[in-house]
């Protein structure tokens, strides 16, 4: 039963595929691609890993192993799920890159005083944010960020600062690919990027920042070359860097103890060498085991729990906004809790994905909404930048920046979109507020000049 599930779940993916790219609308441009790759990724090679090699491990960590019709429910969820996101994707973001109308774009001085401005303005914070997070976050209570663990939800919490502290280090990754994008591609202006991207990867930890950023720097790259696919040497620059990533999961100090001597660096490549450091134990970390969470929350939702969250979890967009040090009682996470997930297993941690957490919401008709309502809205995006907002030098870099949020918000499901995309745009935001606040005190300036200089009418004097 589960092989020809797992048969199924392949036609599935590569049927959708192939309608995909055979609309003409398919790019890397496009956000139902990367759902195809996030899908192909953990709902497809997955949980084939995992029937072929008894793959466990996640499963001892929460406490729960599925039955073979639970396997089969969870791979049939991710399809539906798959299917639904991709029609109305498909639908909404019907439009075709059209590569011959790209503009060569110029900044003028006032564009780059601008950017110069929200530069001063927010890499102190970023600066002092990633110096601040250089260890991590510790639960000791003796570091410099110090995180507790709710035991009831198993979420993490600041107890000596605030996320907006904590995380502003994350503002790194749009200014420095403002920097890429105001210089034009000047071969100076990729160092602050590779600086922010190898400093990443020696902290270990944020590890889907770098590739958030390369993907962002990719599509930067690909619009300023009028290209639709990866060229093959973005394909050869982009493997170490997979290799990396997937290398830092399994140990966050790799890049340290290359550095100081204590690891070799030919570490990255034990995975194919068999035996301990095999691939597949290389790959049964959580990575990309949403298709092992998917099960559990399918056990959880609704026979366990009794009931659904009925989308409950976003009323958090109205409470995650204010800090906890002005609102020591702020409840952790969603306002209203109607399912919890760690009531029946260890789910520290671990993320729903968005079919998940649709799940979550209403079983079958809940899941189905959420993936319909995402789809629509990356999908209209998607048809308003090749419509009109490839035109806007701008547009195009708010939406490089913004698309490869789109794996995070399929891996994690709820809010959490918002949390990283406040980050992430807000430089940019920033960005263009200033510049149309230059822009209209210019013309202020001017309209005063031209007052000025204006001849004034004399009334004769009376004799």
Not at 385 to 414: E, H, T
Request: net charge positive; hydrophobic share 50%.
């Amino acid at each position: 039963m589960i092989e020809t599930a797992l048969i199924a779940q392949v036609l599935v993916v590569a049927l959708i595929a192939v309608v995909f790219v055979s609309s003409g609308t398919a790019s890397m441009f496009h956000p139902l691609t990367y759902y195809l790759v996030f899908h192909t990724l953990v709902f497809v090679i997955r949980p084939v890993l995992v029937y072929t090699f008894n793959i466990d491990n996640v499963w001892l960590f929460i406490g729960f192993w599925p039955s073979a019709t639970e396997f089969v429910k969870s791979l049939t969820v991710s399809s539906v799920a798959l299917i639904a996101f991709s029609i109305a994707c498909g639908y909404a973001g019907r439009a075709k890159p059209d590569l011959s109308r790209i503009p060569s774009f110029t900044f003028d001085r006032l564009d780059i005083t601008a950017f110069v401005m929200t530069v001063i303005a927010l890499a102190p914070l970023a600066v002092y944010s990633a110096i601040l997070r250089q260890q991590g976050a510790d639960f000791s209570g003796t570091g410099d960020v110090q995180m507790e663990r709710d035991p009831m939800t198993g979420q993490p919490v600041y107890v000596n600062t605030t996320g907006y502290i904590a995380e502003a280090h994350s503002m790194g990754l749009p200014l420095t690919l403002g920097i890429i994008w105001v210089s034009r591609f000047h071969p100076l202006s990729f160092i602050p990027f590779i600086a922010f991207v190898s400093y990443r990867a020696f902290l270990g930890w944020g590890r889907w920042a770098i590739i958030m950023g390369v993907l962002g720097m990719v599509l930067l790259v690909l619009y300023h070359t009028r290209a639709k696919w990866f060229r093959w040497w973005q394909v050869a620059i982009g493997l170490p860097v997979l290799l990396l990533f997937h290398t830092l999961g399994n140990n966050r100090d790799f890049l340290r103890g290359v550095l100081d001597g204590s690891v070799s660096p030919f570490n990255m490549f034990r995975m194919f060498d068999g035996g301990s450091n095999s691939f597949v134990d290389s790959v049964s970390n959580q990575d990309i085991a949403n298709f092992d969470f998917l099960a559990f929350i399918l056990w959880v939702v609704p026979n366990q729990s009794g009931t659904y969250t009925w989308f409950t979890q976003y009323l958090q967009l109205f409470t995650e906004p204010i800090p906890r040090v002005l609102w020591p009682d702020k409840p952790i996470g969603a306002p209203l809790k109607w399912v919890s997930l760690h009531d029946f297993g260890n789910f520290a941690n671990l993320t729903t994905s968005l079919a998940g957490d649709g799940w979550m919401s209403g079983g079958w008709i809940g899941m189905i909404v959420t993936m319909v309502v995402v789809g629509l809205i990356l999908g209209r995006l998607h048809r308003w930048f090749w419509q009109s907002g490839f035109l806007n030098r701008y547009a195009v870099l708010f939406y490089c920046a913004f698309i490869p949020l789109s794996l995070q918000w399929f891996r994690d499901g709820n809010i959490t979109i918002v949390k990283f995309g406040f980050f992430s745009l807000l430089p940019i935001l920033l960005w263009i507020a200033v510049t149309r606040l230059l822009r209209v005190w210019m013309r202020l300036g001017d309209g005063l000049a031209d007052r000025a200089d204006q001849p004034t009418l004399r009334l004769p004097e009376r004799s």
